[in-house]
């Protein structure tokens, strides 16, 4: 079982920023067709994809994020993080890390993020 913890979350006001971490219990990237993310989700609503990056680099944003949000990782510490600037209200909810291999999925239990004046 893959066990993922994220870390980061705060409370921040508009135009802040804030970086969120996810630490892996496995190295990550060592495979084929392994993703990671970040997803986010409010109560009420779905989970929706933030930002994502694959074992070989590829990277791809929610398009409300595009310019503000940067996923990057640190293999060595079997880490991703999510870099977060500007953030806007909107961005308030918990953030989630997903890892996936063979086309299965695994998760962090979630850090809040609440972005409030």
């Known amino acids: 079982q893959v066990q993922l913890v994220e870390s980061g979350g705060g409370l921040v006001q508009p135009g802040g920023s804030l970086r969120l971490s996810c630490v892996a219990s496995?190295?990550?990237?060592?495979?084929?067709?392994?993703?990671m993310g970040w997803y986010r989700q409010v109560p009420g609503n779905q989970r929706e994809l933030v930002a994502a990056?694959?074992?070989?680099?590829?990277?791809n944003y929610a398009d409300s994020v595009k310019g503000r949000f940067t996923i990057s990782r640190d293999g060595a510490k079997n880490t991703v993080y999510l870099q977060m600037n500007n953030l806007q209200p909107q961005d308030t909810a918990v953030y989630l890390c997903n890892y996936k291999r063979f086309a299965t999925d695994y998760w962090g239990q979630g850090t809040q993020v609440t972005v409030s004046a």
């Open positions: 496995t190295s990550i990237f060592s495979y084929v067709d392994v993703t």
């Open positions: 990056i694959t074992s070989i680099g590829s990277r």
